[in-house]
């Protein structure tokens, strides 16, 4: 048997071009040097997105009657965000209740990897609003995130559940600061179990404290799901409310009206 | 090589990428990981060495780099990789049993894997993920190699 292949293929050429995409690769990662490869291929996602929605929007209606049909479609997007909005300002009432989603700012979902989101710990998204930064965002379920950067004629926002966003949240009479592990739709607590730490349980409420100036105070985040105890410390799972791939309707909430 | 036999090893290649991503969105697990894209690059590398050049994996590289949105080179430098080490080790794998050549390929699966969520997407790493990575390549290779060698025999090339 033969020891090595008779197969005729380049080792060098293999090798130089490990070399040059592992550059290729460590500019891009480092400096962002083709990012604007992925700016185009996040408008080609939008615009194709839309190209289809009008397309089809557009064959619908010419083979249904188009005047009940276009009557129908709107009823039922304007009755859809009616709900929605009505599920937004009742969450946030549980605040105060005179305040009834006056603070609230209607945007949409423009870009959001869904594959990513769950396989790659990729949890940011990017909002038709590119104006407000620092805001929290809410859909009809609850808190998602916040905004933290313009990205192009987008805002992107952060999700809870992002390994480098910080809530501070209050649990019974335990304060402490939540964070994403990059885990959909949960973020995690860890308590010091010193004289100051009281006892939680599982399926208990969690609020928003306020502290930190960005989130208001009283907010309902969600639920433990599990309570994870060692020697030291306790870390609590918090199973959100609210699911970021629920609806593309969103809405920033400004701090100072609530 | 035709144009159509690259036209099909590419569109195999998307289709897996597809799936990959269709599965994962679906079950929505934090440990699930699945890789039909990489089982799918191993059969074209092992079945068609000689067809599947250096130039067309570095198109398919590019292709996939790009409609996954990822950093450029990060699927094309481990393609090289993963094609470097089976040609060089093409026919001796062929004399493997079909259990031996699953372990191998989980195994290499399993270190592209750890390469593309070490040093690009850190936050989803879990050994979790690797583990069952690791265990589903060697289980699905057989259907992947069965579902792959029907394509190649039926629209592709016959492998001379």
Known sequence: MANKTPLRFSKFLHTFFVLIFSATLYLDLTQNTFSLLRVIQNSIIISSDLAIAKTNSFFQSALANKKNYQKLVKDLEQLNKKYEIELAKKYVSTKKENDQGKGLIPAKIVYFDAYKYVCCGVHEMLISNSQNKYLPVLNSDGLIGQTVEQHGNFGKLMLLSNPKHFLPVKIGKNYCSAFGKAIPHTIFCSFDKSNAFKEVLVNEEVFTSGLGGIFPKGLKIGKISEIDISEKYVEVSITLNADPRNSPNIFLLKNNEI | ?160
Not at chain 2, 100 to 126: A, C, E, R, W
Not at chain 2, 137 to 147: E, K, M, N
Request: aromatic share 24%.
């Open chain 2, 1 to 160: 090589m035709k144009f159509s036999s690259f036209l099909v090893i590419i569109s195999s290649l998307i289709l897996g990428n597809y799936i990959d991503s269709l599965l994962v969105i679906a079950v929505n697990k934090p440990y699930f990981e699945i890789s039909f894209l990489t089982m799918i690059f191993f059969y074209w590398c092992y079945a068609a060495p000689q067809y599947f050049s250096l130039t067309i994996i570095i198109i398919c590289g590019v292709i996939i780099d790009f409609i996954n949105a990822n950093y450029l080179g990060a699927n094309t430098l481990v393609f090289i990789i993963y094609s470097l080490v089976i040609k060089t080790y093409v026919f001796r794998l062929r004399l493997f049993s079909q259990v031996q050549v699953s372990l191998v390929f989980g195994l290499l699966s399993s270190l592209g894997f750890t390469y593309f969520y070490y040093i690009l997407f850190p936050d989803g790493y879990q050994y979790t993920k690797l583990t069952f990575n690791f265990f589903t390549t060697i289980i699905l290779w057989p259907f992947v190699f069965s579902a792959c060698r029907y394509l190649r025999r039926n629209f592709a090339f016959e492998l001379k």
